[in-house]
């Protein structure tokens, strides 16, 4: 598994989490904002079930094949362990976005 940081802007200094494969593109990224996380996945319309928040904007969302998709967690209750593992899991065998160098 890769790491970068994209997107450093002022809301988020640090910059967007990337997380990918080397031989599929990145897969996954990570927001922390002041009163949540959101989990997205590049594939995410082809995940199962997909992860419920469709709002996502970016240039890997513009493939014709698939979406990317995203969870927003507000609080510990709403951390789904098992799911998001089985989201990572399938994230691993699905197409990324853009090559990773």
Avoid: C
């Amino acid at each position: 598994m890769q790491f970068t940081t994209k997107w450093h802007k002022p809301s988020q200094p640090l910059g967007v989490p990337f997380y990918g494969l080397t031989d599929k593109g990145w897969i996954i990224a990570m927001w922390s904002f002041k009163n949540e996380f959101a989990l997205g996945f590049i594939a995410g319309t082809l995940l199962d079930p997909e992860p419920p928040v469709t709002k996502m904007s970016g240039p890997w969302n513009r493939n014709s094949e698939y979406k990317a998709r995203r969870i927003d967690i507000k609080n510990e209750s709403e951390f789904d362990e098992k799911q998001i593992r089985s989201w990572i899991m399938q994230a691993k065998e699905l197409p990324g976005w853009a090559k990773i160098e």
